[in-house]
Nanobody, 115 residues
């Protein structure tokens, strides 16, 4: 089973930035559909951004213009650059990698935006 692991979460003030990383040990990383979801306390998990193996990208409306998803297949790593963070972005952020019928999730990383 492919392992996914997030890093880069933390506590920041409104308006600041964070870079999340998601590293995979899968040899098929370059073929995988990748993405980020997040879950805030008391709320359902929601899609944040995704990127296909071919590089097509989708963002949730709430993060468009502020977040940027990218991937580096040579490093088996996906990134989420988060700028202009807002308290509403506070959540546990999960990365996933999907190939054919299998989806693998990371354990999550906490992002807290608070003054």
């Amino acid at each position: 089973q492919v392992q996914m692991a997030e890093s880069g979460g933390g506590l920041v003030q409104p308006g600041e930035s964070l870079l999340l990383s998601c590293e995979s040990d899968g040899v098929i990383f370059h073929l995988m559909h990748l993405g980020w979801h997040r879950q805030a306390p008391g709320r359902e998990r929601e899609m944040v951004a995704s990127i296909t193996a071919g590089g097509s990208i989708i963002y949730a409306d709430s993060v468009k213009g502020r977040f940027t998803i990218s991937r580096d297949n040579a490093k088996n790593t996906m990134y989420l650059q988060m700028n202009s963070l807002e308290p509403e972005d506070t959540a546990v952020y999960y990365c996933y990698g999907k190939y054919l019928l299998q989806t693998n999730w990371g354990p999550g990383t906490q992002v807290t935006v608070s003054s």
